[in-house]
């Protein structure tokens, strides 16, 4: 709800993935929301409709008053709100949340929090106590707690008591790969007892490709290559920058394509000195089908970064066609197998070397052709079997 009117980012696509496939299930369902006064429940047919406004399926209604009060909100954001308050079959305060779900939700109900939003004591002391309740917490990753100079400020603490939470609390542990697993299970070891884990590869849908979205001048001559995500430390742009700096003028064009992120002066200061003449170009706020079509386009999509949870845009350039040169991690190599050009994030010549090699070769002679990607189908089978 937080999210609508803007990019969707890879959780959101799974909070996403996962409203779908629940309100498609014979099964009832309900959505829980935070709202800045308390919290709001939606029935099925609630749930349904707000989702065909949260994707613009259908339109949204007319902000109601407390909307129109909520300042430094996205209109898209407020207008969410607006349905899900409309749309709720019940809305209380904070401290009502207990008494509201017990009314209204059956003994044996399953919590699924998938987007690690609202991991709080409130929420899930209140599930708690409905009659033999289930807690599912997807954890994407815990690089938080793994690298926290890559963090915001006052964000660890934060995402640590959220991890703690989900340990506390949950009866089940769902994982987008075995890595992140393990990750995890050794973070939390020192806190106690780890709950059951289970892992289920995100799936994907393929990208769709808008080639009249790609906003007009911005499509370079080939060979060019792309990386995607937001400019973070976690993500290496530097060392992208520095193997273009070497490669000088003579380099093909690379598109970096995110919104400015945090902690990162040092790299935004060096694109902000890009010159017209450069060889790098920063593109931010692009349509998915604008993305898609840049990613099918290029001669490879670069993936240097220092620490994934998964990896969704190496998957969907692999769905595209499009050459993937990634960081030697376990994660990619779990999801991606070998159908990726596996380099260390710190080895500048290597890059810059397979770069060049990358940049002469034929990109239709390259297209990766027998790529399977995970599929939500795949994903549902194991998790909605288990929670």
């Given amino acids: 709800m937080r999210r609508a009117g803007r990019v969707w980012t890879g959780v959101d696509r799974v909070e996403l993935a996962y409203i779908e496939a629940l309100i498609a299930d014979d099964v009832p369902v309900w959505g829980l929301a935070r709202t800045p006064l308390g919290y709001v429940l939606l029935d099925s047919a609630g749930l349904t409709a707000f989702h065909k406004g949260l994707t613009a399926a259908a339109p949204s209604s007319s902000l109601d008053i407390l909307s129109r009060l909520q300042r430094g909100m996205h209109p898209a954001a407020r207008a969410a709100l607006s349905d899900a308050r409309r749309l709720a079959v019940a809305r209380c305060l904070p401290r009502g949340l207990a008494g509201m779900l017990q009314r209204h939700l059956p003994a044996r109900t399953a919590y699924l929090n998938i987007g690690h939003s609202n991991l709080s004591t409130r929420v899930l002391s209140a599930v708690r106590a409905l009659p033999d309740s289930r807690i599912a917490v997807f954890v994407h990753d815990v690089i938080p707690l793994e690298y926290p100079r890559y963090q915001r400020a006052g964000t660890v603490e934060v995402f640590e008591q959220k991890m703690q939470r989900a340990r506390r609390f949950g009866d089940l542990l769902i994982y987008n790969s075995a890595d992140t697993q393990a990750r995890t299970e050794r973070v ?34 080939r060979p060019y290559f792309v990386t995607v995500g937001t ?6 742009h530097a060392l992208l920058l520095d193997v273009w700096e070497n490669l000088g003028s003579d380099a093909p064009m690379l598109l970096i394509c995110g919104s400015r992120g945090w902690n990162n002066d040092a790299v935004f200061a060096r694109l902000d000195a890009l010159g017209p003449e450069a060889r790098v170009r920063e593109v931010a706020g692009l349509s998915d ?32 066609g499009t050459p993937v040169m990634c960081s030697n991690m376990a994660t990619f190599r779990e999801i991606l197998a070998n159908k990726a050009q596996y380099i260390d994030d710190s080895d500048h010549k290597l890059w810059e070397e397979y770069v060049k090699e990358w940049s002469q070769r034929s990109r239709d002679a390259h297209q990766v052709r027998d790529f399977e990607a995970p599929t939500w189908e795949a994903h549902f089978k194991v998790t909605l079997t288990l929670t």
């Fill in 188 to 221: 939390m070891a020192p806190w106690g007892p780890v709950p059951q884990g289970i892992v289920a590869h995100l799936g994907t849908i393929p990208p769709v490709v808008v080639d009249a979205e790609v906003p007009e001048g911005l499509l370079p001559e």
């Fill in 231 to 236: 400019i973070e430390p976690r993500k290496n």
């Fill in 289 to 320: 089908g604008a993305l898609a079509s840049l990613v099918k386009g290029a001669q490879g999509l670069l993936f240097p970064s220092h620490a994934e949870g998964y990896g969704l845009p190496a998957i969907e350039a692999l769905q595209l």
